[in-house]
């Protein structure tokens, strides 16, 4: 199951997306790519398919991805004290 999102959580995500999108962006790139690299050649390959922006599909798929990690950070923080 996935972690839920907080609406905190969102915000702090959206804010620091939009505040420089394209240096986000690459950023985000550099990140998953040392982090995962199979997600971040699945993104990578959905974006160069897409009909749609490349960017934009990927900047949406990075978008996701930091927000569940963060969301999954922040359950293990609770599992963690409740123990």
Known sequence: MLPIVNENTVNEVVNDVMYDIHAWRKKMIHYIKD????????IIEIAQKSDLDPKAVATGAYVAY??????????????????
Do not use: R
């Open 35 to 42: 982090e995962n690299p199979e997600i971040n050649s699945a």
């Open 66 to 83: 930091l927000l569940l990690e963060k969301a999954s950070n922040d359950d293990n923080k609770i599992i963690s004290f409740e123990e």
